[in-house]
T-cell receptor, first 114, second 112 residues
């Protein structure tokens, strides 16, 4: 199993540009999550999904959108990128009961907005 | 506000030393607490998960304890090795909301 994969690994955007961060998992996990990690800080939850077609906001959802059309994929969309969105983005997944199972993390996408 | 705090932000020890990393949380009504390891430029790896009904979990040289009444958890690393150098993150799931709340991490450096 590849686990949780994320693409791209690095990206530089100009202010106002849009992009989609890709996330996929091959563990048949129901739950998927997007986090951002700012320097010297812990991770903050952006959005999460409890299954295909179901998504919900986390702690810091503004400026982002998500969709979950399949169990495997959970893309994160940035519209009108801003310097405040410069961060490292992590996707994660877990199998069973909401938030009480171990989460498996992808390697991250390092995004810079200039 | 439900928060998780880790002190110190950074720690440097000589190889072979036993060490303790600290995590504190503001609300004792937790589902579970997890300790993660993060290597530079990499994602997080789950080390130990302690359910609210448990007092500790062990894996190899790692032992994590949980004291809900005092709002504290510790991660004990025995006989530290240079390969243990990484950032260690503590995260809590609270009963209300069910979202994983992370501390800011402790960056550990084990010197040969």
């Amino acid at each position: 199993n590849a686990g949780v994969t994320q693409t791209p690994k690095f990206r530089i955007l100009k202010i106002g540009q849009s992009m989609t961060l890709q996330c996929a998992q091959d563990m048949n996990h129901n739950y998927m999550y997007w986090y951002r990690q700012d320097p010297g800080m812990g991770l903050k939850l952006i959005y999460y999904s409890v299954g295909a077609g179901i998504t919900d906001k986390g702690e810091v959802p503004n400026g982002y959108n998500v969709s979950r059309s399949t169990t495997e994929d959970f893309p994160l969309r940035l519209e009108l990128a801003a310097p405040s969105q410069t961060s490292v983005y992590f996707c994660a997944s877990s199998y069973s009961v909401q938030f009480t199972d171990t989460q498996y993390f992808g390697p991250g996408t390092r995004l810079t907005v200039l | 506000k439900q928060e998780v705090t880790q002190i110190p932000a950074a720690l440097s020890v000589p190889e072979g030393e036993n060490l303790v990393l600290n995590c504190s949380f503001t609300d004792s009504a937790i589902y579970n607490l997890q300790w993660f390891r993060q290597d530079p430029g990499k994602g997080l790896t789950s080390l130990l998960l302690i359910q609210s009904s448990q007092r500790e979990q062990t894996s190899g040289r790692l032992n994590a304890s949980l004291d809900k009444s005092s709002g504290r958890s510790t991660l004990y690393i025995a006989a530290s090795q240079p390969g243990d150098s990484a950032t260690y993150l503590c995260a809590v799931i609270y009963n209300q909301g069910g979202k994983l709340i992370f501390g800011q991490g402790t960056e550990l450096s084990v010197k040969p």
